[in-house]
């Protein structure tokens, strides 16, 4: 006989229905919910030996969707040329620990955007095996990089036509479910942010070897060719999305925003990575340059007066936040599909936190409900997903998060999590004090 | 200004055991500063300048006691009955996901510090690097890396399996290089289904070289020794600890041997005698016939567990009280012996024969000497590192409620318990 298992509150934000259900409920077997709504229509549908979880005036809401994290990573201001070095055995007992990380916090599905070598298969491997908690994991293995491209120290550095299809047909075969190509070059010391990296070509050969196993691809661009070239190869996803010419100018590209539109790709624009390293250096810590920093401070002498370069850093930081939260509002305005993926643990931005990059979208132009669907819904969609998580409904899993406060009045509000349910599995979060451990805040001082 | 460095925290002990001497106090009071013991005085003879600030904890209805040292773990372990052969063929990260989660439940438990006996490649290694780097709750670690074993010997699957004195130098050297803080060998075969178990396995040069190699680096040796005939080999050239110190002829027969004794005791060597594993072995059986499910297949298991067990008992009884040290190590997540259950290990020294506060001394100032950190932890005195356990209830005239820990303190600071990430 299979154990039913009941949800309720007051509040029951669903994700189906435009408006948060009052008095809400939501029945479930075996971890897939059998039924949600208003707790007096449905009530005579639980069995007389459910286990009731009565939440009181708390608010229900699906477990969150991250598109975009690194389960290697730090958070900490370290480099990802830094991570690229550390043994896999210490990275996987890392992206373990961020793993719990993620799912105490929430986010019970999530996207893993470029790990080392095989560090978040192996995550996976000990999920099977019992040895470890995580989220729904949706991963890429290691990305596809062009030699000193960005990333290219995870292990998957390919040149030609050839060798993309043979990484790609590689990457099936260790079990990704999708491809994560760097379109441009990044944070990486050796590679080149203004510059595409793969040739159209090299990229066609990835992205239709993933058309003929239906699944989806995402590309890394941090100028606007690589854009241009990831839509061009069908693209479903641009991330980052920065509007930089290859002179380093940033000017938003209404024309290229059309063909994003046209080509149905998603936008995961990456706004609070940055945020998180203005942060940082506003709390005077001296995080690791990136390759893009490095070189846009080309124009800025570097000398031993730390104060001059610390300051010139905190100024690009702020100008660019600026130019990114102006570029996704217009993203917004036309009507690009732009969901939250958080790009944590990169740079200065720690799991547990995907809260901060929905608020920026709803800085963007999002309005709460629509930062909601961002970071549930529409995640699921983007990733291909929708018919198992993102909302409350019939049939899906029940991955369902209890807040303590209603995101609907203030999307901050979604760190107000108070329990976490992930597959039918009521989730022992452990103490309070460690859940607050990994919680990064706006800094004191005034931006 | 505050003196950010005085960081001084006192614990009113109402019963304290100190791990080394087997007088049970009363009314202690330990006073910690940062990561060490500064001070252990009968709390009315306290006497602290009143400036100096500090912090002070009751624990007069409760029992302090040093942090346990487990001087026979396998972090590697999973502890669901699966074999070694079956656990060395998981990838590296899997198994480093698991040890670090295993070092965290047995530091959770009350184990302060852990000799880790054998691990595959270079997983203990990385573990430690991930402590240091802050990414993993661990228990202070002794590291061997991996066992070295001659070929196709016990533990070999871990991944170092040598031959000949040459290799035995460099194996030994190289582990060092690594940062081994002992050396493990395995003497004799064991459960690893190509070894044999009642044979001795490297020869007595190739012992020899081990130890000579390892004490010139002054690193201690630990011998997993599953009959007589390699105990002798063990001690001839020289190792600090025999690990299980099954007492059994080269035909399987079960006999215990003065002259090994003798040999024991005139250098004084450490015995990690290993009882949990056939405790919990027992447990299994009886749970098996409590369940209705013990077939004839399980009652041949069941007698021929017994009769071990009993065998091992004896032995441990004998050996104790000829003066043997006996050093308390779980051997835990071995087989089926899951991480966290030191205490089960413990209790099979009281039923050895010791007294509750003798096991106590086997699992904290004994088997830090067999671990050679006896200077720094291991018991309750000035000058040593701050790692203590709280318990609930007295364990002194019942071993069992070393299971009621209430606080577990490391460097002097207390552990969150609850912290599940």
Redesign the interface.
Same mark, same amino acid.
């Given at each position: 006989m299979s154990e039913q298992k009941v949800v309720k509150s007051k509040i029951l934000i669903d994700m189906v229905n435009d408006k948060p259900l009052e008095d809400g409920a939501v029945i479930f077997e075996n971890g897939i919910i059998v039924l949600s709504g208003n707790y007096e229509k449905i009530k005579d549908k639980i069995q007389p030996d459910a286990i009731i979880y009565d939440y009181k005036d708390k608010i229900i809401i699906p477990g969150l969707v991250d598109c975009h994290t690194h389960h290697n990573g730090?958070g900490d201001g370290r480099s990802g040329d830094e991570i690229g070095t550390m043994?896999?055995?210490?990275?996987?007992?890392?992206?373990?620990?961020n793993a719990?990380?993620s799912l105490?916090s929430g986010v019970t599905t999530i996207r893993e955007n470029g790990p080392k070598n095989?560090?978040m298969m192996?995550?996976r491997?000990?999920v099977n095996?019992g040895?470890?908690i995580a989220p729904r994991m949706v991963l890429c293995g290691r990305p596809v990089a062009i030699i000193g491209g960005h990333m290219g120290y995870f292990g998957g550095e390919v040149t030609g036509e050839d060798e993309s299809l043979a990484l790609a047909r590689q990457l099936i075969k260790e079990g990704v479910d999708y491809f994560k190509i760097t379109a441009t070059g990044g944070s990486t010391a050796t590679s080149f942010p203004l510059r595409p990296s793969f040739s159209k070509d090299e990229l066609y050969a990835v992205t239709n070897e993933a058309k003929n196993y239906d699944m989806l691809t995402a590309t890394h661009c941090l100028s606007m060719e690589g854009i241009d070239y990831s839509l061009d190869a069908d693209v479903d996803m641009i991330i980052h999305c920065n509007f930089d010419k290859s002179n380093g100018e940033s000017e938003f590209d209404p024309k290229l925003t059309e063909k994003i539109i046209e080509k149905e790709a998603y936008v995961n624009p990456t706004l609070h990575v940055g945020r998180a390293r203005l942060w940082s250096l506003m709390e005077g810590n001296d995080p690791s340059l990136g390759g893009f920093e490095n070189k846009r401070l080309n124009s800025v002498s570097i000398t031993n007066d730390r104060k001059n370069v610390l300051d010139a850093r905190l100024d690009m930081a702020k100008y660019g936040l600026d130019v990114k939260l102006d570029h996704c509002r217009k993203m917004i305005d036309m009507g690009v599909k732009v969901i939250t993926g958080s790009d944590s643990s990169w740079g200065d931005y720690a799991l547990g936190n995907t809260v901060h990059e929905t608020e920026l979208l709803v800085e963007s132009g999002y309005s709460n409900f629509e930062g909601l669907k961002s970071v549930t819904i529409n995640a699921a969609e983007a990733l291909g997903l929708s018919d198992k998580v993102g909302s409350l409904q019939k049939g899906k899993s029940a991955d369902i998060v209890i807040l303590d406060k209603n995101p609907l009045e203030d999307i901050k509000n979604l760190n107000s999590v108070s329990e976490v349910f992930f597959m039918g599995e009521y989730i +022992?979060?452990?103490?309070v004090?460690? +859940?607050k451990?990994?919680t990064q805040n706006r800094p004191m001082v005034k931006e | 200004m505050n003196n950010h460095e005085n960081n001084i925290l006192i614990l009113q002990a109402g019963e304290l055991i100190d791990g080394t001497s087997k007088e049970v106090k009363k009314n202690i009071s330990i006073v910690i500063n940062g990561n060490s013991i500064v001070d252990v005085k009968p709390t009315g003879e306290l006497n602290l300048p009143k400036e100096l600030e500090h912090q002070i904890i009751d624990y007069s209805d409760k029992t302090i006691l040093p942090g346990l040292v487990d001087s026979h773990v396998h972090l590697t372990g999973?502890g669901d009955g699966r074999s070694g052969d079956e656990l060395s063929i998981?990838?590296? @990260?899997?198994?480093?996901?698991?040890?670090?989660?295993n070092a965290k439940k047995h530091l959770h438990s009350g184990v302060t510090t852990v000799r880790d006996c054998g691990a595959k490649n270079?997983?203990a290694f990385?573990?430690k690097?991930?402590a240091e780097?802050g990414?993993?709750e661990t228990p202070r670690l002794v590291l061997s890396g991996r066992p070295l074993a001659i070929i196709g010997g016990h533990l070999s699957y871990f991944g170092e399996e040598i031959t000949g004195i040459n290799e035995c130098r460099a194996a030994v050297r190289y582990l060092i290089k690594q940062g081994a803080d002992f050396i493990k060998v395995t003497a004799s075969g064991g459960s690893t289904k190509t070894s044999f178990p009642l044979r001795p396995s490297f020869s007595q040069d190739e012992m020899n070289v081990i130890v000579e190699e390892a004490h010139k680096f002054g690193k201690h040796v630990a011998a997993h020794c599953h009959n007589s005939e390699s105990m002798i080999r063990s001690l001839t050239a020289g190792v600090d600890t025999i690990i299980h110190g099954v007492f059994k002829e080269y035909d399987g027969t079960n006999k215990y041997r003065e002259d090994i004794v003798e040999l024991m005791l005139e250098n004084n060597i450490y015995m990690n005698p290993t009882l949990g594993p056939g405790l919990m072995r027992v447990e299994i059986m009886e749970n098996k016939k409590k369940a209705g499910v013990f077939t004839d297949i399980d009652q041949e298991e069941s007698d021929m567990v017994s009769i071990e067990h009993e065998h091992r008992m004896e032995c441990f009884n004998r050996m104790h009280k000829a003066g043997v040290p006996m050093s308390a190590g779980s051997d835990s997540a071995w087989g089926a012996y899951e991480m966290g259950n030191y205490f089960l290990d413990i209790e099979g020294h009281v039923m050895g024969g010791q007294s509750p506060v003798e096991a106590m001394m086997s699992a904290t100032s004994i088997a830090s000497q067999s671990c050679w950190i006896e200077n720094s932890v291991g018991s309750i005195e000035s000058g040593k590192l701050a790692d203590l356990i709280v318990l609930d209830e007295s364990p002194v005239n019942q071993i069992e409620n070393l299971r009621t820990v209430s606080q577990v303190i490391k460097d002097g600071k207390f552990i969150?318990r @609850?912290?599940?990430?």
């Open positions: 730090f043994p896999d055995d210490v990275l996987a007992i890392q992206s373990a620990k719990k990380t105490y095989l560090t192996r995550l491997d000990a095996d040895l470890a +022992n979060r452990g103490s004090k460690s +859940n451990s990994y | 999973i998981l990838p590296d @990260e899997v198994l480093s996901i698991n040890m670090a989660n270079n997983t990385h573990l690097k991930a780097m990414i993993a969150d @609850e912290n599940l990430l």
